[in-house]
């Protein structure tokens, strides 16, 4: 059996923050931007409800003022991680809702205005598969040419069951055609998927996993289900709780998620920032140093690495 490769940071896997510092020499902050997008999954067009687990803040709780022009999100950001980072390069991430979702005009002004910031080094977009048409493809590819842009896909789970079930409102085609369209242009795709997902066997969730290897995406973010207030899997949780993982039964097979995972995906996310006040279940998340802590000792101890068990090398 192979031995577990070391890697800069110490820690086991291909960390965001091993990779920037790798690339960018350098370590970067996010910062979370709103540019009052809505999502074709709220508004009518193939969906009002939402996915069933999204908050009213569409997954951008952290995210900031949309009120606010990008500019002064930027600052107000850069601001608020003035305590802990000292450094000048950051992430313009676009996270809530679906940052795709808009007429090409603004699309072009919202992330032209990001990139304008000489300390912004990277675009960052959340969004979805089925919310990037020719035009906005080009758009990326054209700013991409300028500073590099990262497009974060919400895929959560690879089985058609699932999908319906959390209302996701695309097929996996759409998915897969996304993919082959981006990396046409040279832009890095991060894939967001979601660990124990209602009904899900970890079976299913490993043949996500599976999946993904054979995909060429350059991300990838897990994270487990969280249950919020305010949603419709909030309310489905209280009038029939559904089984969700403890800390220790979740990072044992984080682990074994880690193992099966190609070793040349970068992870962006292991833990979720769920808001504390919304926070139904599982309530053990919200002590995120605790989870970390106990993530790192978990891995040593069961010799956890990624791509050690991967079958796509």
Known sequence: MAEYPYRRDGRRYYSLDSYLKTKYNEKMYKLSLNGGFTCPNRDGTCGTGGCIFCSRGGSGDFAGDSRLSIRRQIEFQKARLKSKYHGHSYI????????????????????????????????????????????????????????????????????????????????????????????????????????????????????????????????VKLQLLHVLDGTDLGDLYREHPFPLPSMEEYLDFLGVCICSLRSDIVIHRLTGDGPKSILIAPLWTANKRLVLNRMAQSFKEKDVWQGKNCRFL
């Open 92 to 219: 313009a991430y676009f996270q809530a809702f679906t940052n795709t979702y808009a007429p090409i005009e603004k699309l072009r002004a919202v992330f032209s205005e990001a990139i304008k910031d000489p300390e912004v080094r990277i675009l960052s977009v959340a969004t979805r598969p089925d919310c990037l048409p020719a035009e906005t493809i080009a758009l990326l590819s054209e700013l991409n040419r300028i500073k590099p842009v990262w497009v974060e896909l919400g895929l959560q789970t690879i089985h058609p069951s699932t999908a319906q079930f959390i209302r996701r409102g695309y097929d996996l085609a759409v998915f897969d055609r996304a993919v082959s369209l981006l990396r046409a242009e040279g832009i890095d795709v991060i894939v967001h998927m979601i660990l124990y997902l209602p009904g899900e066997t970890k079976s299913n969730m490993l043949e996500t996993i599976d999946y993904l290897n054979r995909m060429d995406i350059q991300g």
